[in-house]
């Protein structure tokens, strides 16, 4: 008996799975699970806890919201490197790749060669990718959306930075405000140690 036999993880999509999906989920001993069956209320009300997708929409399931581990707040647990986290309305992709290439060639303090900067996130290598090949990097440069940071509940990236700000993904989101507090999360946890820009 290990710690894990009592952890069950139950995948739901809503869309039909391809082999190769059904593969994986079985390799990491999985279950999916048919959405023609279940709907997505009552998966999230008999599991203990959920990590959506960004791009499913939870804001009818608000109740539910103590279940929901969000995966920027699940990557912040196991990436070790100091993260850099940009958002803004437009152009964060751009600037996100900008910032790695302008980190690469700088000189590390370990006098190693220059910094490995990753690119992830929204752009780039995923999150939890991040984190299994983070012992090859000295940084991760992140793109966080609107949609990465909405359930954000403790992740604090040592440099953030906010680009520009308009109304937008308003059909997502409700409101301006509800945008902006979003958008937000990315300095909200932040300790005076951290910086934002």
């Known amino acids: 008996h290990t710690d894990t036999d009592c952890i069950h993880v139950y995948v739901l999509d809503q869309r039909q799975l391809t082999a190769d999906e059904q593969a994986v989920i079985k390799l990491y001993r999985a279950q999916a699970v048919d959405s023609s069956k279940v709907s997505l209320k009552e998966f999230i009300k008999s599991?203990?806890?959920?990590?959506p997708s960004p791009g499913v929409s939870l804001s009818s399931y608000k109740e539910f919201s103590n279940k929901f581990l969000c995966e920027l707040d699940f990557f912040s647990d196991f990436f070790t490197k100091p993260p850099v986290a940009i958002t803004g309305s437009l152009g964060k992709t751009t600037i996100t790749r900008l910032f790695a290439k302008l980190?690469?060639?700088?000189?590390?303090?370990s006098g190693h060669g220059n910094y490995k900067a990753f690119v992830g996130g929204n752009v780039g290598i995923g999150?939890?990718?991040?984190?299994?090949?983070?012992?090859?990097?000295?940084?991760?440069?992140?793109?966080?959306?609107?949609?990465?940071?909405?359930?954000?509940?403790?992740?604090?990236?040592?440099?953030?930075?906010?680009?520009?700000?308009?109304?937008?993904?308003?059909?997502?989101?409700?409101?301006a405000e509800d945008y902006f507090k979003a958008k937000s999360n990315l300095v909200r946890f932040q300790s005076e140690r951290q910086h934002a820009v």
């Open 47 to 51: 599991n203990d806890f959920v990590i």
């Open 103 to 109: 980190l690469s060639a700088y000189e590390h303090p």
């Open 127 to 175: 999150m939890l990718d991040l984190v299994k090949q983070q012992e090859t990097a000295d940084i991760g440069v992140l793109e966080l959306s609107s949609f990465q940071l909405e359930m954000n509940k403790k992740f604090a990236p040592d440099v953030a930075v906010w680009t520009n700000w308009y109304p937008n993904h308003l059909d997502w989101h409700g409101t």
